[in-house]
T-cell receptor, first 114, second 117 residues
Framework: DQQVKQNSPSLSVQEGRISILNCDYT??????FLWYKKYPAEGPTFLIS?????DKNEDGRFTVFLNKSAKHLSLHIVPSQPGDSAVYFC?????????????FGKGITLSVRP | ETGVTQSPTHLIKTRGQQVTLRCSSQ?????VSWYQQALGQGPQFIFQ???????GRGNFPPRFSGLQFPNYSSELNVNALELDDSALYLC????????????????FGPGTRLLVL
């Protein structure tokens, strides 16, 4: 039973446009959400996170939105750049203590066309 | 500040053998987690160590075991290797204050790619 779902395996956007990557979750105990970016032959790199007490967090070109009632979050990248082409993983953790295990989705491959 | 490092980068073993993978945490971090990433999947949590004690385990059999050392480096040991153990093994470190509390981001190493033949 997959608790974190990234239903679109890939996304292609034009350079300069917005990339919107979606993620759904089923476990109501999740209270912290993260996005990681992964290039081939490298480990996942932390991008941005959001606590369940917020509905938006912004860091430069990256914004994460959380809709708790819909159990849905999304990552917006504006403007998209060719260097953003990578696999993006949505991850979630739950529980009162720091560093509960991360549960990952399967990832979305983003291609940004020049 | 040194990031998370893992060794070896690649490894080939045969079914039934045992393997040890190593991880050096980012400087100052006291918690390490291990994940298995099969082809086309997201990373799956194996277990976590905090101050040399196992602090949570995912749905992996006992032949997956680990250690964390006083310098916070870590090992993942897998006995009786099976073909399905072929995957990328990732370790992630983080700093958890003694008081616990706030979420701390986990930082990943580059991984060890294991192939079991």
């Amino acid at each position: 039973d997959q608790q974190v779902k990234q239903n679109s395996p890939s996304l292609s956007v034009q350079e300069g446009r917005i990339s919107i990557l979606n993620c759904d979750y089923t476990n109501s105990m999740f209270d912290y959400f993260l996005w990681y970016k992964k290039y081939p032959a490298e480990g996942p790199t932390f991008l941005i996170s959001i606590s369940s007490i917020k509905d938006k967090n912004e860091d430069g070109r990256f914004t994460v939105f959380l809709n708790k009632s819909a159990k849905h979050l999304s990552l917006h990248i504006v403007p998209s750049q060719p260097g953003d082409s990578a696999v993006y993983f949505c991850a979630a953790s739950g529980g009162p203590w720091a560093n509960s295990k991360l549960t990952f989705g399967k990832g979305i491959t983003l291609s940004v066309r020049p | 500040e040194t990031g998370v490092t893992q060794s070896p980068t690649h490894l080939i073993k045969t079914r039934g053998q045992q393997v040890t993978l190593r991880c050096s945490s980012q400087s100052g971090h006291n918690t390490v987690s291990w994940y298995q990433q099969a082809l086309g999947q997201g990373p799956q949590f194996i277990f976590q160590y905090y101050r040399e004690e196992e602090n949570g385990r995912g749905n992996f059999p006992p032949r997956f075991s680990g250690l964390q050392f006083p310098n916070y480096s870590s090992e993942l040991n897998v006995n009786a290797l099976e073909l399905d153990d072929s995957a990328l093994y990732l370790c992630a470190s983080s700093l958890v204050p003694a008081s616990g509390g706030n979420k701390e981001t986990q930082y990943f190493g580059p991984g060890t790619r294991l192939l079991v033949l």
